[in-house]
């Protein structure tokens, strides 16, 4: 493991083993530091940790889900009694087995997974999802990451019901590549097609007056425009022209860019 990707991986690996308080990291004399774990439902957990070095002290907050082995984490912003999501960088290994499976920065998840039972590759860079489903590796490792979506619904209606900020970063649902270990079929089926239906209906885009919308109304008709174009100073003057025929029915401007990624 580089030392960056080790920088990345550590504090979600301390939300996920919380039985390992602190890692020193001797040659940079830093240390992470498990401080403390709070609840904010029964089953939605927020792990506060210190990064210390000779000069300052970061903290660092991730938040846990929970259910059956199974654990999902995001790391969250507090500010001025607002929670912002924060995004995950594209070089955290998205799947943990306790321990980070280095190869998995690229599998686009909106959030980190670990489970302990989860049966990764020889060279551990990923975790058998492919389709021979009469493999019962192959079965387990599934049934995991079925169970990470009904974890993921949670963490959204909570977001939601408490005005979380930035909740475009848990719509990122994009395929991951295919890799010998991974079926894109299944993924899109199984993972990506009930995350995305369920997307369509929730309150996540925040609109210019600072209230919350659906990307789609109740009969399926699109709710939101949102301006597209590859070239970011288009795309504001394409908002522009939205917000004038449309205010209710564009995105903030401050997010377009990220609604677009």
Known sequence: VGVDDLHLSL????????NIRSV???????????SKIE???ENIKVATIHKKTSSETTELKIVTLEKDNTTIAVEIEQ????????GLSNKLPKIFCDF????TSDFTLPFAINNPNFNPTEPRDGVWLTDHNSEPKILENKEIFLNSVELYFELLGFAIKNNWENLFLLANTETPTEKKWFSKSWFEENIQKPIRTELLQLPLVTLENGKKTSIQNEEGKANVYFPYHLKEEVRERI?????KLFP?????KKDIHNWYE
């Open 11 to 18: 504090p979600y690996t301390l939300a996920f083993l919380p």
């Open 24 to 34: 020193s990291i001797k040659h940079e004399n830093i240390v992470y530091e498990l």
């Open 39 to 41: 609840n904010l439902t």
């Open 79 to 86: 500010n001025n009694d607002k929670t912002f999501l924060k």
């Open 100 to 103: 980070p499976l280095i190869g």
């Open 239 to 243: 908002w522009e022209l939205e917000y």
């Open 248 to 252: 209710n029915k564009v995105p903030a």
